[in-house]
């Protein structure tokens, strides 16, 4: 089965308002990466976390690798319509090659 | 620049038939997956190759092969199709541990 579990699985947030999604692993990460999925479209690449503790941030976006290298999260501020999508993030373990993804928030606005 | 390109693009299927889709990226990438994408499901990967002549198996990979005979395709094949194989599928590559670059999808319908 999957290694990363990212809760919650919906998320409906009022414009403006904002909200957080979790990523976790039962084992240790190499790395962590975040993808935004539109609707009707592809995955597409938002940031890649290495480091233990390492913060990241893109205009309204905030993400963070925890200590442990066993979880992360997507901390977004202010949602706009334009956040709509499903966010995923994916893990990768130190000593193998796949890329496991999450199954997903999809995230729906409220104007 | 083409980056990743799924064909094709929409089929529909009758049961116990057989297909190949193609993945074929130019950005000269080592590795490349094929995930499959369902409902409350995410991303789950069927099958990776991390270079030309190499192929491993992924999360689901029952009723799935695959070949990788030049570094810039990646074919995902169903041999026999089930209903449970109608899904959307895709592909991705990436330059080592780095982003993940997907195509727009293939969405497999088996009647």
């Known amino acids: 089965g999957q290694q990363v579990m990212q809760i919650p699985q919906y998320q409906h947030v009022q414009e403006g308002e904002d909200f957080t999604t979790y990523c976790n692993s039962s084992?240790?990460?190499?790395?962590i990466q975040w993808y935004k999925q539109r609707p009707g479209g592809h995955p597409v690449f938002l940031i890649q976390l290495v480091k233990s503790g390492e913060v990241k941030k893109q205009k309204r976006l905030t993400f963070q690798f925890g200590e442990a290298k066993k979880n992360s999260s997507l901390h977004i501020t202010a949602t706009q319509t334009t956040d709509v999508g499903t966010y995923f993030c994916?893990?990768?373990?130190?000593?193998?090659?796949?890329?496991?993804f999450g199954a997903g928030t999809t995230v729906t606005v409220r104007a | 620049n083409a980056g990743v390109t799924q064909t094709p693009k929409f089929r529909v299927l009758k049961t116990g038939q057989s297909m190949t889709l193609l993945c074929a990226q130019d950005?000269?990438?080592?590795?490349m997956y094929w995930y499959r994408q369902d409902p409350g499901m995410g991303l789950r990967l069927i099958h990776y190759s991390v270079g030309e002549g190499t192929t491993a198996k992924g999360e689901v990979p029952d009723g799935y092969n695959v070949s990788r005979l030049k570094k810039q395709n990646f074919l995902l094949g169903l041999e026999s199709a089930a209903p449970s194989q109608t899904s959307v599928y895709f592909c991705a590559s990436s330059w080592g541990r780095s982003e993940a670059f997907f195509g727009q999808g293939t969405r497999l319908t088996v009647v």
């Open positions: 084992t240790t990460l190499s790395n």
């Open positions: 994916a893990g990768r373990l130190s000593n193998d090659y796949k890329l496991s």
């Open positions: 950005m000269n990438h080592e590795y």
